[in-house]
């Protein structure tokens, strides 16, 4: 037969047993004050990065798709399909999600059905031209012009002026290059 426990141990196991409830209680409602703690106040946010996955589909690729053309014809033009299912041999699926920090998700899918081993129909999302997609990629960079790498004679000029052992021609100073050394051949025919 067990002893029972004094009344003031229990009494404190049950105090400890609420406070840790009440703690973890209060962790779910402060999500959101840790996350923008962690930025330090929302002035700085951490680098997530780039996920791209699965099979780039443009559309001037579909739009080289002709029913009747062989699998291996569609695998040269489209890739590798993402999802090759044993179950549904007759379909491919080229599936493609890009994620980037600041930016909305992109998921595309493209369904392609034959007919044996000839291509019969082609299902897809409204897919981007390869150059709207390749807009999409570069809206970081700024569109700022670079610049000119040219110099003018005037500057050309005042560089010589300058600096004036810097602006003349290299050949003054530069050694004659050594004889080119004769070597046997390493083979004997």
């Given at each position: 037969m067990s002893t029972p426990l004094p009344r003031r141990v229990r009494r404190s196991g049950v105090l400890a047993l609420t406070l840790a409830v009440a703690a973890l209680a209060g962790c779910s409602s402060l999500g959101n004050v840790g996350s923008s703690m962690?930025?330090?106040g929302g002035l700085i946010t951490p680098y997530k990065i780039d996920i791209l996955q699965g099979n780039v589909v443009v559309r001037e690729q579909v739009q080289a798709l002709q029913p009747g053309m062989s699998r291996e014809q569609v695998r040269g033009i489209l890739g590798t399909p993402l999802i090759a299912s044993v179950f549904h041999a007759d379909r491919w699926d080229y599936v493609f999600t890009f994620k980037r920090q600041g930016q909305e998700p992109q998921m595309r899918k493209v369904a392609v059905f034959f007919?044996?081993?000839?291509?019969?129909?082609?299902?897809?999302?409204?897919?981007?031209?390869?150059?709207?997609?390749?807009?999409?990629?570069?809206?970081?960079?700024?569109?700022?012009?670079?610049?000119?790498?040219?110099?003018?004679?005037?500057?050309?000029?005042?560089?010589?002026?300058?600096?004036?052992?810097?602006?003349?021609?290299?050949?003054?100073?530069?050694?004659?290059?050594?004889a080119p050394t004769s070597y046997p051949p390493l083979e004997t025919r």
């Open positions: 962690s930025t330090l007919d044996g081993d000839r291509l019969a129909k082609v299902e897809a999302d409204e897919l981007p031209s390869e150059e709207e997609f390749v807009a999409s990629l570069d809206v970081r960079r700024s569109a700022a012009k670079p610049p000119v790498l040219e110099a003018t004679e005037a500057q050309l000029q005042s560089f010589r002026d300058k600096y004036p052992s810097r602006g003349a021609p290299a050949t003054a100073n530069v050694p004659a290059a050594p």
